[in-house]
Protein backbone atom coordinates (compact mmCIF):
# COMPACT_ATOMS: atom_id res chain seq x y z
CA UNK A 1 0.00 0.00 0.00
CA UNK A 2 1.24 3.82 -0.72
CA UNK A 3 2.06 5.50 2.02
CA UNK A 4 2.59 9.26 1.80
CA UNK A 5 4.11 10.50 5.26
CA UNK A 6 4.28 14.97 6.11
CA UNK A 7 6.70 15.22 8.48
CA UNK A 8 4.14 17.30 10.93
CA UNK A 9 0.24 16.68 11.68
CA UNK A 10 0.37 20.25 13.41
CA UNK A 11 3.07 23.39 13.48
CA UNK A 12 3.02 26.89 14.96
CA UNK A 13 4.68 29.49 13.34
CA UNK A 14 5.08 33.12 13.44
CA UNK A 15 4.67 35.74 10.75
CA UNK A 16 6.98 36.61 8.60
CA UNK A 17 8.81 32.75 9.75
CA UNK A 18 9.99 30.71 6.63
CA UNK A 19 8.43 27.39 7.02
CA UNK A 20 9.34 23.90 5.56
CA UNK A 21 6.60 20.84 4.99
CA UNK A 22 8.35 17.93 4.36
CA UNK A 23 6.52 14.96 2.38
CA UNK A 24 8.05 11.44 1.60
CA UNK A 25 6.43 8.49 -0.47
CA UNK A 26 7.75 5.49 -0.35
CA UNK A 27 6.17 4.01 -3.95
CA UNK A 28 8.53 5.60 -7.10
CA UNK A 29 5.58 7.87 -8.05
CA UNK A 30 6.61 10.06 -10.11
CA UNK A 31 4.00 13.08 -9.46
CA UNK A 32 3.98 14.63 -6.29
CA UNK A 33 1.60 17.75 -5.60
CA UNK A 34 0.90 20.48 -2.86
CA UNK A 35 -2.77 21.48 -2.01
CA UNK A 36 -4.25 23.46 0.79
CA UNK A 37 -7.68 22.56 2.05
CA UNK A 38 -10.04 25.35 3.13
CA UNK A 39 -13.98 24.52 4.53
CA UNK A 40 -15.99 25.39 1.64
CA UNK A 41 -13.04 25.51 -1.38
CA UNK A 42 -12.10 21.66 -1.40
CA UNK A 43 -8.72 21.14 -2.17
CA UNK A 44 -7.00 24.20 -3.81
CA UNK A 45 -3.80 23.32 -5.71
CA UNK A 46 -0.56 25.46 -4.62
CA UNK A 47 2.52 23.22 -7.01
CA UNK A 48 3.45 20.04 -8.50
CA UNK A 49 6.05 18.35 -9.53
CA UNK A 50 6.31 15.22 -12.44
CA UNK A 51 10.06 14.20 -11.97
CA UNK A 52 13.08 15.51 -9.82
CA UNK A 53 14.10 19.34 -9.93
CA UNK A 54 10.69 19.73 -12.08
CA UNK A 55 7.67 22.22 -10.78
CA UNK A 56 4.88 23.38 -12.33
CA UNK A 57 2.39 26.26 -10.74
CA UNK A 58 -0.81 25.66 -9.58
CA UNK A 59 -3.62 27.08 -8.80
CA UNK A 60 -2.30 29.45 -5.89
CA UNK A 61 1.40 29.67 -6.08
CA UNK A 62 1.88 33.29 -4.47
CA UNK A 63 3.55 32.96 -0.79
CA UNK A 64 4.88 29.57 -1.89
CA UNK A 65 7.62 27.67 -3.43
CA UNK A 66 8.79 24.52 -3.91
CA UNK A 67 11.73 22.23 -3.64
CA UNK A 68 12.38 18.27 -5.11
CA UNK A 69 15.89 17.28 -5.44
CA UNK A 70 14.89 13.19 -4.80
CA UNK A 71 12.02 11.59 -6.55
CA UNK A 72 10.73 10.10 -3.18
CA UNK A 73 10.48 14.10 -1.42
CA UNK A 74 8.65 16.49 -1.98
CA UNK A 75 8.74 20.23 -0.09
CA UNK A 76 6.57 23.04 0.38
CA UNK A 77 7.91 26.29 1.85
CA UNK A 78 6.54 29.30 2.72
CA UNK A 79 9.27 31.96 2.53
CA UNK A 80 7.62 34.72 4.81
CA UNK A 81 4.72 33.34 6.79
CA UNK A 82 1.70 35.05 6.77
CA UNK A 83 -1.61 34.61 8.73
CA UNK A 84 -3.87 33.87 5.82
CA UNK A 85 -1.17 31.10 5.15
CA UNK A 86 -3.23 29.11 8.23
CA UNK A 87 -4.96 26.38 6.77
CA UNK A 88 -4.56 22.51 6.30
CA UNK A 89 -1.75 21.37 4.15
CA UNK A 90 -2.32 18.32 2.14
CA UNK A 91 0.44 16.10 0.41
CA UNK A 92 -0.15 13.65 -2.84
CA UNK A 93 1.43 11.62 -4.78
CA UNK A 94 0.55 9.27 -7.66
CA UNK A 95 1.73 7.36 -11.08
CA UNK A 96 2.86 9.33 -14.22
CA UNK A 97 0.50 10.89 -16.63
CA UNK A 98 0.68 8.56 -19.07
CA UNK A 99 -1.87 6.60 -16.08
CA UNK A 100 -3.93 9.50 -15.45
CA UNK A 101 -6.16 7.28 -14.43
CA UNK A 102 -4.37 6.56 -11.53
CA UNK A 103 -5.46 7.91 -8.45
CA UNK A 104 -3.93 10.67 -5.92
CA UNK A 105 -2.37 9.10 -2.67
CA UNK A 106 -2.53 11.62 0.19
CA UNK A 107 -1.02 12.40 3.35
CA UNK A 108 -2.40 13.29 6.50
CA UNK A 109 -2.23 16.28 6.09
CA UNK A 110 -0.44 19.11 7.81
CA UNK A 111 -2.54 21.85 9.98
CA UNK A 112 -0.46 25.00 10.12
CA UNK A 113 -1.14 27.75 12.00
CA UNK A 114 0.30 31.60 11.81
CA UNK A 115 0.20 33.68 14.53
CA UNK B 1 -11.69 26.91 -16.75
CA UNK B 2 -12.39 23.36 -15.90
CA UNK B 3 -14.49 22.92 -12.77
CA UNK B 4 -16.44 20.62 -10.46
CA UNK B 5 -19.79 21.97 -8.71
CA UNK B 6 -20.61 19.49 -5.73
CA UNK B 7 -24.47 21.08 -5.19
CA UNK B 8 -24.67 20.03 -1.00
CA UNK B 9 -21.99 21.53 0.94
CA UNK B 10 -23.76 19.52 4.01
CA UNK B 11 -26.55 16.95 3.98
CA UNK B 12 -27.67 15.24 7.76
CA UNK B 13 -29.24 12.12 7.00
CA UNK B 14 -30.49 9.36 9.47
CA UNK B 15 -29.31 5.72 9.42
CA UNK B 16 -30.81 3.65 6.44
CA UNK B 17 -31.64 6.85 4.57
CA UNK B 18 -30.67 6.88 1.20
CA UNK B 19 -28.12 9.13 -0.26
CA UNK B 20 -27.39 11.29 -3.37
CA UNK B 21 -24.50 13.57 -4.09
CA UNK B 22 -23.93 15.39 -6.99
CA UNK B 23 -21.12 16.36 -8.78
CA UNK B 24 -20.80 18.04 -12.21
CA UNK B 25 -17.98 19.14 -14.47
CA UNK B 26 -17.44 21.73 -16.93
CA UNK B 27 -14.91 19.83 -19.17
CA UNK B 28 -16.16 19.12 -22.36
CA UNK B 29 -13.26 16.41 -23.47
CA UNK B 30 -12.50 13.00 -22.03
CA UNK B 31 -11.87 13.22 -18.61
CA UNK B 32 -11.26 10.28 -15.73
CA UNK B 33 -13.65 10.44 -12.93
CA UNK B 34 -13.41 9.85 -9.01
CA UNK B 35 -14.77 10.08 -5.70
CA UNK B 36 -12.99 10.21 -2.71
CA UNK B 37 -13.57 10.84 1.04
CA UNK B 38 -11.74 11.43 4.08
CA UNK B 39 -13.01 10.36 7.35
CA UNK B 40 -12.85 12.79 10.79
CA UNK B 41 -9.21 12.50 11.51
CA UNK B 42 -7.83 10.38 8.53
CA UNK B 43 -6.56 11.12 5.55
CA UNK B 44 -7.99 11.19 1.79
CA UNK B 45 -8.58 7.70 0.09
CA UNK B 46 -10.28 6.74 -3.24
CA UNK B 47 -13.97 5.54 -2.83
CA UNK B 48 -14.00 4.99 -6.85
CA UNK B 49 -13.43 5.94 -9.76
CA UNK B 50 -14.55 5.95 -13.59
CA UNK B 51 -12.18 6.14 -16.65
CA UNK B 52 -14.34 4.38 -19.64
CA UNK B 53 -16.67 1.09 -19.86
CA UNK B 54 -19.86 0.34 -17.65
CA UNK B 55 -21.06 4.30 -16.79
CA UNK B 56 -22.24 2.56 -13.16
CA UNK B 57 -19.05 1.62 -10.97
CA UNK B 58 -19.25 0.31 -7.68
CA UNK B 59 -16.53 1.36 -5.10
CA UNK B 60 -15.44 0.56 -1.34
CA UNK B 61 -18.55 0.46 1.28
CA UNK B 62 -21.50 0.11 -0.64
CA UNK B 63 -21.29 3.72 -2.78
CA UNK B 64 -21.50 3.85 -6.17
CA UNK B 65 -21.51 6.57 -9.03
CA UNK B 66 -23.24 7.05 -12.49
CA UNK B 67 -21.41 8.36 -15.10
CA UNK B 68 -24.09 10.40 -17.76
CA UNK B 69 -21.62 12.23 -20.04
CA UNK B 70 -24.97 13.96 -21.65
CA UNK B 71 -25.37 15.54 -18.04
CA UNK B 72 -21.57 16.31 -17.44
CA UNK B 73 -22.45 14.86 -14.37
CA UNK B 74 -21.18 11.58 -11.66
CA UNK B 75 -23.31 11.42 -8.69
CA UNK B 76 -22.45 9.33 -6.19
CA UNK B 77 -25.27 7.31 -4.53
CA UNK B 78 -25.02 4.96 -1.48
CA UNK B 79 -28.91 3.42 -0.71
CA UNK B 80 -28.62 2.35 2.97
CA UNK B 81 -26.45 5.05 4.70
CA UNK B 82 -24.81 4.46 8.05
CA UNK B 83 -23.50 6.08 11.10
CA UNK B 84 -19.96 5.07 9.68
CA UNK B 85 -20.46 6.92 6.61
CA UNK B 86 -19.64 10.15 8.20
CA UNK B 87 -17.43 11.82 6.48
CA UNK B 88 -16.34 14.55 3.64
CA UNK B 89 -16.78 13.90 0.38
CA UNK B 90 -15.02 14.95 -2.61
CA UNK B 91 -16.32 14.56 -6.65
CA UNK B 92 -12.57 15.04 -8.61
CA UNK B 93 -11.72 15.11 -12.60
CA UNK B 94 -8.55 14.57 -14.61
CA UNK B 95 -8.45 15.17 -18.10
CA UNK B 96 -7.16 12.45 -19.90
CA UNK B 97 -3.53 12.55 -20.20
CA UNK B 98 -3.12 15.70 -17.92
CA UNK B 99 -1.65 15.58 -14.56
CA UNK B 100 -3.73 17.84 -12.67
CA UNK B 101 -6.81 17.18 -10.88
CA UNK B 102 -9.59 19.14 -10.10
CA UNK B 103 -11.20 18.53 -6.97
CA UNK B 104 -14.83 20.05 -5.95
CA UNK B 105 -15.62 21.99 -2.77
CA UNK B 106 -17.30 18.86 -0.75
CA UNK B 107 -19.85 17.55 0.92
CA UNK B 108 -19.75 16.69 4.21
CA UNK B 109 -22.17 14.38 5.12
CA UNK B 110 -23.37 13.89 8.85
CA UNK B 111 -25.43 10.77 9.54
CA UNK B 112 -27.35 10.49 12.56
CA UNK B 113 -27.25 6.96 14.44
Known amino acids: DVKVTQSSRYLVKRTGEKVFLECVQDMDHENMFWYRQDPGLGLRLIYFSYDVKMKEKGDIPEGYSVSREKKERFSLILESASTNQTSMYLC??????????????FGDGTRLSIL | AQSVSQHNHHVILSEAASLELGCNYS??????LFWYVQYPGQHLQLLLK??????LVKGIKGFEAEFIKSKFSFNLRKPSVQWSDTAEYFCAVILTGGFKTIFGAGTRLFVKA
Open chain 1, 92 to 105: ASSLSPGFSNQPQH
Open chain 2, 50 to 55: YFSGDP
Open chain 2, 27 to 32: YGGTVN
